[in-house]
């Protein structure tokens, strides 16, 4: 559990986006175009990770950089009103707001996504040295893969100046090797199946829950304090050094899977800070996962503490 306060907030550095997701209509053929449901939202797994925390109740703050766009006013416009403090996001003048393009395969599965966060470059280490008191004055400071080494290195150094806890997601198979140094500095990481396979440098098949459940216990060994390997259909793994297991996953229908991740970090956040234990946790963020891939949206608008655990007594 952490000792950390729920009254301050957590503050999220990374991306935020524009979200397009293809849901197509039948499997996928290359070379021509493929019939599907096409959706617009913002999102971004720094973004994402601050709305779902301040839809629990838990203040945020983020850092990350948009626009000076259109869309960077809209997504800033529309995460102020849930709650998320948007003072510090920066706006670039010669750069687009980023953005994430996804195709779903008719079983609701990724098929394949790209990601365009470039805009990210504006984010320099002086850029968060200059946010000192921003990290003096939160509970936990949250990083996702999109950041740059250097800035990882600056963000993990004001939070242990501040003495407060980092959490970390690697978000892609492509950038988990930028958290692999940092280990030992985690509180909290939270890679999927894949992503722990590039950390740990080993398979992982999310099929196999025991076998995940010891690679958690590795990355543990390795350094952070909690490790939490999310296995999609098939739950999660978790590891402390006094705590491991797995929890399954709720049966629910899957209509998108974008943000499910992010929800789930965000839950088990929520949990820690507010004293419950590493498996209740856990059964949080399967909840508010489940929650998300009912969603249209990448982070679901009805989501309460309520009804994650309306969902855990079903």
Do not use: W
Request: hydrophobic share 45%.
């Amino acid at each position: 559990m952490l000792e950390g306060r729920t009254d301050l907030p957590v503050l999220a550095i990374g991306a935020a986006g524009v979200d397009m997701v293809g849901h197509l209509a039948s499997p996928p053929q290359p070379g021509t175009s493929n019939p599907a449901r096409i959706r617009l939202a913002y999102g971004g797994v720094a973004r994402n990770v601050a709305e779902n925390l301040a839809r629990l109740g838990q203040p945020s703050n983020l850092i990350s950089a948009v626009g000076k766009d259109f869309l960077g006013d809209r997504l800033c416009e529309e995460l102020a009103a849930t709650g998320v403090g948007v003072t510090h996001v920066l706006r670039v003048q010669d750069q687009p707001t980023g953005a994430y393009l996804a195709m779903i395969d008719p079983e609701g599965r990724l098929h394949l996504a790209l990601d365009d966060m470039r805009i990210l470059e504006a984010l320099t280490p002086q850029v968060l040295e200059e946010q000192e008191d921003l990290f003096e004055g939160s509970s936990l400071v949250f990083l996702d893969g999109n950041l740059a080494p250097s800035v990882v290195r600056v963000a993990i150094r004001l939070a242990q100046r501040s003495k407060i806890p980092i959490c970390a997601d690697p978000t892609s198979r492509a950038l988990a090797l930028r958290l692999q140094p940092q280990l030992h500095n985690l509180y909290l990481i939270t890679p999927n199946a894949a992503e722990a396979e590039i950390l740990l440098g080993e398979a992982i098949p999310p099929e196999d829950p025991a076998l995940a459940v010891m690679a958690a216990r590795k990355l543990v060994a390795r350094g952070a304090r909690i490790a939490l390997i999310t296995l999609a259909e098939f739950g999660v793994a978790y590891a402390s050094d006094v705590d491991h297991g797995h929890i399954p996953a709720l049966r629910t229908q899957i209509i998108d899977p974008t943000g499910a991740g992010d929800a789930l970090t965000a839950a088990v956040i929520f949990g820690l800070l507010n004293q419950l234990p590493l498996h209740e946790s856990v059964r949080l963020g399967i909840s508010s996962a489940s929650l998300t891939l009912r969603s249209h949206s990448t982070v679901a608008s009805d989501l309460s503490l309520e009804k994650l655990y309306d969902q855990l007594v079903l």
